[in-house]
């Protein structure tokens, strides 16, 4: 497993799959690269068209360092860090799908670093910011251990967290405060496509979001946040979008 | 020909149950072993499971939006009976994309 270090001395790890063009892959908020993106089948599907992929594990996640202070964890470090793997890489210029905060990074990194990506897919998030909808205060006091302060998915995840399955307290309060500490509003100029679960309440206002960007829309009947990830029609959607006009 | 049944898997983290999200496979449909074979949901996250078989699906012992626990029988393959000697051997590794292997019965 690559690792490299980031421009604040961060370490990134990362694998890859072989396979022609390859496509970054970005896994959203208590995630990995191997939950979001291989043991859901996407780094099968990439392969099965002839496309390889870099899969990076964002900071604070997987085995990437995990810093405790909210300074680490903005959007625009985010994308420093994918910037960082593709030079390693020697990738000039990729296609990248990201996934909820992951989705909200290639947001940042296609409107930062245009000339790096082709064409980018936002999956499972809308025009607004998650953590900032749910409340900053309420999701820090539900994983100070008020159960009450957030419900669904957000407890859902706290869970996950209070589990120690993802990552330690701390680090998930510097990555909720790092990534909220000014409203996303980067407008990528690219070719995007927004896909989001029907149900999936992360992404209600996915519709809009692709309005705004100028994006092509799909929405996956059925599923919610956690379950659009898998997929079939996500998959399609999103191979025929990077390789149409190519 | 023989039936080879495979139960729900492992799938980490002291999960104990998922829910089936969408089936790929029908019974009647030959797949081939590796190819993508169903859905299936925990409190963690979605997962796609290959199938770990070269068969005919004989039968799907769990519908789509019901629970299974781990396990509990996922699906049965027809195979011919030259192949029923990998009953109780546990399939060869998987290549390394492939994280999650299912097993027979006999193995857990």
Known sequence: MPRI?????????????????????????????ELNWVTS???????DAGRGAILVDLRGH?????????DAYSPEQLAADLIAVLDNEKLARVDVIGYSMGAQTVRVLAATY?????KIVLGGIGSNEQFATWGIASLMAALDGDDAAVSGLAADLVQVVKSGAAMS??????IIQGMTTRPITAMPQVPTLVVAG????????????????GAQLEIIPRRNHRNAVTARAFKQAVMEFLHSDR | MAAITFNLPDLGEGLLDATV?????APGDFVERGTPMVEVETTKSAVELPSPQSGTVAQLHVDEDDNIEVGQPLITFTVPDDQAGIV?????????KKRITLRPPEDD
């Open chain 1, 62 to 70: 997987g085995a990437s360092d995990a810093p405790s202070h909210s």
């Open chain 1, 169 to 174: 307290v701390p680090t998930a309060k510097a």
């Open chain 1, 198 to 213: 029907e149900k999936d309440e992360v992404a209600a206002h996915a519709p809009q979001l692709a309005a705004a960007l």
């Open chain 1, 5 to 33: 270090t980031a421009t604040d001395g961060v370490e990134i790890s990362y694998t890859t799959a072989t396979g022609a063009d390859p496509i970054l892959l970005v896994h959203g908020f208590a995630s990995t690269a």
């Open chain 1, 41 to 47: 089948g996407w780094v099968r599907t990439v392969a």
């Open chain 2, 88 to 96: 109780g051997t546990v399939p060869e590794a998987a290549p390394a």
């Open chain 2, 21 to 25: 999200l969408e089936w790929y496979v």
């Open chain 1, 114 to 118: 245009p000339q790096r990506v082709h």
